[in-house]
């Protein structure tokens, strides 16, 4: 049967997965440029993106198991990009530029649906409005038994969670505080009771969490 997972989703000492002022030019907002340092020197992420060198080790064991083999994707609005409400223009395409890494089909939760999206190497954009349930519906049908990723973002993950949806966490705990911003584990009340760290590696650059239930 097919899993929910949460693939290296990064989060700072203070818990925040963002800083405040997510926008086009600061999308983690303000104070979280460094949130993402661990994944970007590694060897996997820098091959990935055309460049040499990188570290190796556990960080970058964990890149290469986030690049693993997912039928579908989920993730929320103001992951896919920094427009909120109706959209203006079917212009934006999200971060990733022509060929996104996730070449599977991405259900991107909005209360604002949109006609799919479809690009380079496999990755189709579905804009859905509906339940966690819903949508992870859809998701598991599109798989085709494999596995789900729950990309982000914290809400998106708190939603996911409160319905006991979500059956494997890979958390990246970074060296730094943001001091504001959205945290991941904010307001769930018991909605973590059975979940469980079952490993914990750290690095200089990150501690990395496999939560379970």
Do not use: C
């Amino acid at each position: 049967m097919a899993k929910l997972i949460v693939a290296n989703f990064t989060i700072s000492l203070d818990g925040y997965a963002a800083g405040p002022g997510q926008r086009m030019d600061a999308p983690f907002g303000d104070g979280a440029d460094a949130l993402h340092d661990w994944m970007v020197g590694t060897r996997a992420f820098r091959e990935s993106h055309g460049m040499e060198g990188g570290e190796e080790g556990p960080d970058n064991d964990r890149v290469l198991q986030a690049a693993g083999d997912f039928g579908a994707t989920i993730m929320g609005r103001n992951m896919f990009g920094p427009q909120r409400g109706p959209w203006d223009d079917h212009e934006w395409q999200g971060w990733w530029g022509d060929n996104p890494p996730f070449h599977n089909d991405v259900f991107v939760m909005t209360h604002h649906p949109r006609p799919t999206l479809k690009l380079a190497g496999g990755t189709s954009f579905h804009f859905v409005d509906g339940t966690a349930e819903e949508v992870l519906a859809r998701a598991v049908a599109a798989t085709g038994g494999k596995d789900v990723q729950l990309s982000g973002g914290a809400g998106v993950i708190r939603q996911f969670l409160r319905a006991r949806l979500v059956d494997e966490l890979r958390i990246a705990v970074a060296p730094m505080f943001i001091g504001g911003g959205e945290r991941l584990f904010d307001g769930l009340g018991d909605a973590m009771q059975g979940y469980r760290v079952v490993e914990q590696v750290s690095t200089k650059a990150a501690t990395h969490l496999l939560i379970t239930r």
